[in-house]
């Protein structure tokens, strides 16, 4: 049986739906990256919530190990030295698919060059 869903209220966006929008930027394990300052982290039991406050998106993260790596982004000059200073090494694939989603739904962003310098 076919159920057919009337679209949500707001478009795809306010659905959840992943729809692109022009600020994401492709995700570059090189390049500086930080939480999103329209975002909040909540620490959960099974993780974290995250919440942008801007698109009213949630992410779960169920693996503290990432957590503490979105977490830290702001601290290393690339993701990539983040993951390395987690002491990720054979799982790195799935880490840097994590945080693909992530910049995707823009709740980590990259850092500008004037953000590193302060």
């Given at each position: 049986m076919t159920v057919?869903?009337?679209?949500?209220?707001?478009?795809?966006?306010?659905?959840?739906?992943?729809?692109?929008?022009?600020?994401?930027?492709?995700?570059?394990?090189?390049?500086?990256?930080?939480?999103?300052?329209?975002?909040?982290?909540?620490?959960?039991?099974?993780?974290a919530l995250l919440y942008h406050f801007g698109t009213?998106?949630?992410?779960?993260?169920?693996?503290?190990?990432?957590v503490d790596v979105v977490r830290s982004l702001h601290e290393h000059p690339s993701a990539a030295a983040a993951l390395d200073a987690a002491g990720i090494a054979a799982d790195r694939p799935l880490y840097l698919s994590a945080l693909d989603a992530l910049a995707r739904s823009g709740m980590i962003v990259p850092v500008t060059d004037q953000e590193q310098q302060t």
């Open positions: 057919a869903h009337a679209p949500a209220p707001g478009g795809p966006v306010a659905a959840g739906a992943d729809a692109p929008t022009d600020d994401v930027v492709p995700f570059d394990p090189d390049a500086a990256w930080s939480i999103n300052p329209r975002v909040a982290v909540r620490p959960e039991p099974f993780g009213r998106k949630l992410s779960f993260l169920k693996n503290l190990v990432v």
